[in-house]
Protein backbone atom coordinates (compact mmCIF):
# COMPACT_ATOMS: atom_id res chain seq x y z
CA UNK A 1 0.00 0.00 0.00
CA UNK A 2 1.30 3.43 -1.13
CA UNK A 3 1.21 6.23 1.22
CA UNK A 4 -1.51 8.69 0.16
CA UNK A 5 -3.18 11.90 1.37
CA UNK A 6 -6.72 11.04 1.95
CA UNK A 7 -7.76 14.32 3.01
CA UNK A 8 -6.45 15.94 0.01
CA UNK A 9 -8.53 13.56 -2.29
CA UNK A 10 -11.73 14.97 -0.67
CA UNK A 11 -10.50 18.06 -1.05
CA UNK A 12 -10.04 17.30 -5.03
CA UNK A 13 -13.62 15.92 -4.96
CA UNK A 14 -14.95 19.08 -3.23
CA UNK A 15 -13.01 21.76 -5.98
CA UNK A 16 -14.59 19.50 -8.50
CA UNK A 17 -18.02 19.38 -7.53
CA UNK A 18 -17.90 23.40 -6.93
CA UNK A 19 -16.52 23.51 -10.15
CA UNK A 20 -18.77 20.97 -12.24
CA UNK A 21 -16.06 18.90 -13.29
CA UNK A 22 -17.59 15.65 -13.81
CA UNK A 23 -14.02 14.15 -15.59
CA UNK A 24 -12.16 15.38 -12.92
CA UNK A 25 -14.45 13.90 -10.41
CA UNK A 26 -14.98 10.67 -11.90
CA UNK A 27 -10.77 10.23 -12.59
CA UNK A 28 -11.33 10.55 -8.15
CA UNK A 29 -12.81 7.00 -8.19
CA UNK A 30 -11.65 3.82 -8.87
CA UNK A 31 -12.74 1.81 -11.94
CA UNK A 32 -14.65 -0.68 -9.39
CA UNK A 33 -16.28 2.25 -7.52
CA UNK A 34 -19.33 1.75 -5.12
CA UNK A 35 -21.55 4.25 -4.58
CA UNK A 36 -24.45 3.90 -2.08
CA UNK A 37 -26.86 7.12 -1.94
CA UNK A 38 -29.64 7.06 0.94
CA UNK A 39 -30.64 10.68 0.24
CA UNK A 40 -33.98 9.48 -1.99
CA UNK A 41 -34.49 6.02 -1.18
CA UNK A 42 -31.16 3.71 -0.86
CA UNK A 43 -29.39 3.65 -4.61
CA UNK A 44 -26.71 1.75 -5.57
CA UNK A 45 -24.09 2.53 -8.40
CA UNK A 46 -20.69 0.61 -9.74
CA UNK A 47 -18.23 1.70 -12.26
CA UNK A 48 -17.51 4.51 -14.08
CA UNK A 49 -20.45 4.35 -16.21
CA UNK A 50 -23.00 4.11 -13.27
CA UNK A 51 -21.07 6.70 -11.45
CA UNK A 52 -21.64 9.13 -14.39
CA UNK A 53 -24.92 8.49 -14.75
CA UNK A 54 -25.33 9.37 -10.60
CA UNK A 55 -23.13 12.44 -10.85
CA UNK A 56 -24.14 14.47 -13.89
CA UNK A 57 -27.06 16.23 -13.00
CA UNK A 58 -26.18 16.50 -9.63
CA UNK A 59 -22.93 18.22 -10.71
CA UNK A 60 -25.08 20.26 -12.82
CA UNK A 61 -26.98 21.17 -9.63
CA UNK A 62 -24.37 21.83 -7.71
CA UNK A 63 -22.66 24.72 -9.95
CA UNK A 64 -25.98 26.78 -10.54
CA UNK A 65 -27.60 26.55 -7.20
CA UNK A 66 -24.20 26.54 -4.58
CA UNK A 67 -21.57 23.80 -3.45
CA UNK A 68 -20.41 24.15 -0.01
CA UNK A 69 -17.76 22.08 2.43
CA UNK A 70 -19.24 22.51 5.92
CA UNK A 71 -17.41 19.60 8.11
CA UNK A 72 -14.16 17.38 6.85
CA UNK A 73 -12.75 14.75 9.23
CA UNK A 74 -10.31 11.35 8.96
CA UNK A 75 -12.27 8.40 10.63
CA UNK A 76 -10.71 5.42 10.57
CA UNK A 77 -10.25 4.13 7.05
CA UNK A 78 -11.27 6.71 5.46
CA UNK A 79 -12.38 10.30 5.61
CA UNK A 80 -15.98 12.09 6.66
CA UNK A 81 -17.56 14.87 4.42
CA UNK A 82 -20.27 17.37 5.38
CA UNK A 83 -21.49 19.33 2.44
CA UNK A 84 -24.29 21.96 1.67
CA UNK A 85 -26.17 22.25 -2.19
CA UNK A 86 -27.75 26.15 -1.76
CA UNK A 87 -26.52 27.08 1.27
CA UNK A 88 -29.43 24.37 2.91
CA UNK A 89 -29.19 20.88 2.43
CA UNK A 90 -26.98 19.34 3.96
CA UNK A 91 -25.32 16.13 2.93
CA UNK A 92 -23.30 13.50 4.51
CA UNK A 93 -20.70 11.41 3.10
CA UNK A 94 -18.17 8.42 4.01
CA UNK A 95 -15.18 7.94 1.70
CA UNK A 96 -13.01 4.68 1.70
CA UNK A 97 -10.39 4.66 -0.46
CA UNK A 98 -8.50 1.84 -2.40
CA UNK A 99 -5.01 0.86 -1.96
CA UNK A 100 -3.44 3.05 -5.08
CA UNK A 101 -4.88 5.70 -3.80
CA UNK A 102 -8.45 6.21 -5.32
CA UNK A 103 -11.80 6.29 -3.82
CA UNK A 104 -13.22 3.03 -3.51
CA UNK A 105 -16.43 3.84 -1.54
CA UNK A 106 -18.65 6.32 -1.15
CA UNK A 107 -21.81 6.43 1.12
CA UNK A 108 -24.12 9.28 1.27
CA UNK A 109 -27.37 10.55 3.15
CA UNK A 110 -28.99 13.59 4.12
CA UNK A 111 -27.65 15.08 7.43
CA UNK A 112 -28.67 16.71 10.34
CA UNK A 113 -30.21 20.03 8.77
CA UNK A 114 -29.70 23.36 10.46
CA UNK A 115 -33.10 24.60 12.12
CA UNK A 116 -34.16 27.94 10.46
CA UNK A 117 -33.31 31.18 11.92
CA UNK A 118 -35.61 31.88 14.78
CA UNK A 119 -33.82 35.59 15.69
CA UNK A 120 -35.55 38.74 16.23
CA UNK A 121 -34.69 42.32 15.08
Not at 60 to 70: H, K, M, P
Not at 95 to 110: A, D, H, L, M, N
Request: with cysteine; aromatic share 10%.
Amino acid sequence: MRDFDQMGIVIDWVDACRTGDLAMLLDLYADDAQLECSCNGTNHYRGRSELETYWQPRLNAYSTAGFGLEEISPVPNGVDVEYSVAGSLRIHATFRFSPEGKIYSTVCEPARQNPPDRSCC
